[in-house]
């Protein structure tokens, strides 16, 4: 948002994006990717709807060869969900920082921006998590002081949780990587040059496989290399390096160019390590993790920028701007964050995933209960909208960016 005119009252008021028309930068013909663009909402939205959709019937257990199984097993797809996120958040805040550089503030203005988004609904979370729990259900485990410290400060992602923690709080670790990105990503942006920030980003969407592999080869465990940063790194690459792209007009052309037989190449690989082809189990682990998450951030990036790049009236427009996944994606933040805290107390209280009467109708079951678990995680999101963020962004105005000056010296080479 930009700042008030001097002088000129500040409503203490703010309105989802979805609901109002976002500030957008000068741009010239052709550039409404700068701008608030609907379909994103609805990318986040499609994110999140596969993340609840996973966790909701993780503990499901319908009578096999049922349809009712079948449908679980597609639901469970939607651990793909956080590269999604990823891919998003990475050209997000790319853009936002690229947009705002050579500009006054745009250290203190992005991490204070940042921190009123992020912060106050994470940190209730993280209380809730800790000290709230444990009295509803015994034998608690929180770790110890280590353990909840590394989540107030965001390592998480690090750490060994114990069972009930895991189980209630562990997808914090997506929101502990996004966290330390947006913590180091800006210097690197505010210190290269764009070609040069770009070329960074590929970089590491081309060496994480790699890395990938040499770890397990190595003998990292499985579970470190899907949750530490150094090994997540190539979905929010993914996403700068598109933010980047988009604002480079040779580099825009080449992406829109490549994009369709890129992601046409990802899909392919990606069916081949995640579908019925069969690969021996130890070197299938290694393929899923190493080139298979890669795959994943390529083709997410190439649905987003099929996205930046399609029509307002076009199919896939039209489909990303249904109100259902543009409301998704608006309240997603906080959906994230209590979706699975949700499901545990609703299986401590009422009625767990695997309830026993469920035999009786297995598939209105897990289509049922997927849908009233998805239904309370909103209205909760929205509860929390309207109790805390709303009131926290509402200060964002306070931190204005500066107007971005003539390209700073390493930025006009780009």
């Known amino acids: 948002m930009t700042a008030p005119a001097s002088g000129a009252s500040v409503v203490p008021s703010y309105t989802p994006d979805s609901q109002r028309r976002a500030h957008e930068p000068a741009r010239g013909a052709g550039e409404a990717w700068r701008g608030h663009v609907i379909p994103l909402d609805g990318l986040r939205g499609l994110a999140i709807l596969l993340v609840l959709l996973l966790h909701f019937t993780t503990d499901m257990t ?46 203190s203005a992005f991490y204070a921006r940042r921190a009123l988004r992020i912060l106050p609904v994470y940190f209730l979370a993280v209380f809730a998590a800790f000290h709230l729990l444990p009295r509803l259900f015994q034998g608690f485990d929180t770790g110890g002081v280590r353990t909840e410290a590394a989540f107030w400060l965001f390592f ?21 990587i996004e966290e330390q990105f947006y913590l180091m990503w800006p210097l690197v942006v505010f210190f290269t040059s764009r070609s040069t920030a770009r070329r960074i980003a590929l970089a590491t969407v081309v060496l994480s496989p790699i890395v990938r592999f040499i770890a397990l080869q190595s003998g990292v465990p499985g579970a470190s290399v899907y949750h530490f940063t150094p090994f997540r790194l190539d979905g929010l690459a993914t996403g700068a390096f598109i933010a980047l792209s988009m604002r480079d007009p040779a580099a825009r052309v080449t992406l829109e160019r490549w994009s369709k037989p890129v992601g046409v190449i990802a899909l392919a690989a990606a069916l081949t390590l995640y579908g019925p082809v069969h690969v021996p189990d130890a070197l299938s682990t290694k393929l899923d993790f190493s080139i298979g998450f890669s795959t994943l951030c390529i083709g997410f990036g190439v649905l987003l920028t099929r996205v930046v790049f399609s029509q307002q009236d076009s199919r896939l427009a039209r489909v990303l701007s249904w109100p259902g996944l543009v409301t998704l994606g608006t309240y ?28 009786r109708f297995p598939l209105g079951w897990v289509i049922g209960y997927t849908a009233v678990l998805g239904l309370l995680t909103l209205a909760a999101a929205m509860v929390s909208w309207h109790l805390c963020e709303k009131h926290f962004l509402a200060l964002k105005r306070r931190f204005p960016y500066g107007a971005p000056a003539r390209p700073a010296a390493y930025d006009r080479a780009a």
């Open 62 to 107: 319908p009578p096999d060869g049922s349809l009712a199984a079948s449908v679980r097993a597609a639901f469970q797809v939607g651990w793909i969900g956080v590269d999604l996120f990823f891919v998003l958040s990475g050209f997000l805040i790319t853009g936002i920082l690229t947009d705002n550089k050579g500009g006054g503030r745009y250290f």
């Open 156 to 176: 998480q992602n690090f750490k060994e949780l114990p069972y009930q923690l895991s189980r209630t709080v562990g997808h914090f670790w997506s929101l502990a």
């Open 332 to 359: 997603s933040y906080a959906m994230y964050l209590v979706h699975v805290p949700l499901l545990r107390v609703v299986s401590k209280v009422a009625v767990p995933p695997q309830w026993p009467g469920a035999e």
